[in-house]
């Protein structure tokens, strides 16, 4: 079975660089894009950040310039950089990849809190 868990949440303050990870594991053929969306109180959710297996790269406006998607697919693992954080940050952050495997599917983690304080 195919699972997908974050890791590198919590409270930040503003200005802050914390890096979050998510890694894969199960019985993977392998890794097509990656994704990291964020859902804050009340608010729908949102693309934030998108990895191919190639390594191009894609970001949401919010974010642009202030957050780095990258990923060792030896590791099955992707990474979000994120760089000069704002109170407006603040939101559940979930890692999406659609995997290969005996039950190819979009996977999807359980999420991770990150929290920016002013």
């Known amino acids: 079975q195919v699972q997908l868990v974050e890791s590198g949440g919590g409270l930040v303050q503003a200005g802050g660089s914390p890096r979050l990870s998510c890694s894969a594991s199960?019985?993977?053929?392998?890794?097509?894009?990656m994704r990291w969306y964020r859902q804050a109180p009340g608010k729908q959710r949102e693309l934030v950040a998108t990895?191919?297996?190639?390594?191009?790269?894609a970001y949401g406006d919010s974010v642009k310039g202030r957050f780095a998607i990258s990923r060792d697919n030896a590791m099955n693992t992707v990474y979000l950089q994120m760089n000069s954080l704002k109170p407006e940050d603040t939101a559940v952050y979930y890692c999406?990849?659609?995997?290969?495997?005996?039950?190819?599917?979009?996977?999807w983690g359980q999420g991770t809190q990150v929290t920016v304080s002013s």
């Open positions: 199960g019985s993977i053929f392998s890794i097509h894009v």
């Open positions: 990895i191919s297996s190639g390594g191009s790269t």
């Open positions: 999406n990849a659609v995997i290969f495997s005996l039950n190819s599917a979009d996977y």
